[in-house]
């Protein structure tokens, strides 16, 4: 039973970055389209980025592009999203999902079988 454990949360001001990571285990992530999915309090959870089981397609929500990068490395069983300028707006705890399948991203929660326990990010001055 694969198993997803985000990390690299915290307490950061306007204008800074993290990391976080998404680390799989008790199986592999290979053939699996990931996601970062954000909910913030009161809010439904929303859609960050996905990427494809290579790492060569991946797609962003308006609110972050340009801001967010998703990445994975298959060998080490991590996906990554790089949040750089983090605004207020951003805070909120950040999920990883995976879903098996090397097909079209998938930017629906609904569809995504397999979540993590959520890191949380803050953003605050």
């Known amino acids: 039973q694969v198993q997803l454990v985000e990390s690299g949360g915290g307490l950061v001001q306007p204008g800074d970055a993290l990391k976080l990571t998404c680390a799989a285990s008790g199986g592999t992530i290979y053939t699996s389209i990931m996601g970062w999915f954000r909910q913030a309090p009161g809010k439904e959870r929303e859609f960050v980025a996905t990427?494809?089981?290579?790492?060569?397609?991946?797609r962003y929500a308006d609110s972050v592009k340009e801001r967010f990068t998703i990445s994975r490395d298959n060998a080490k069983n991590e996906v990554y999203l790089q949040m750089n300028d983090l605004k207020p707006e951003d805070t909120a705890i950040y999920y990883c999902a995976a879903e098996r399948g090397t097909g079209v991203l998938i930017t629906s929660a609904r569809n995504y079988s397999l979540w993590g326990q959520g890191t949380q990010v803050t953003v605050s001055s």
């Open positions: 990427i494809s089981w290579t790492g060569g397609s991946s």
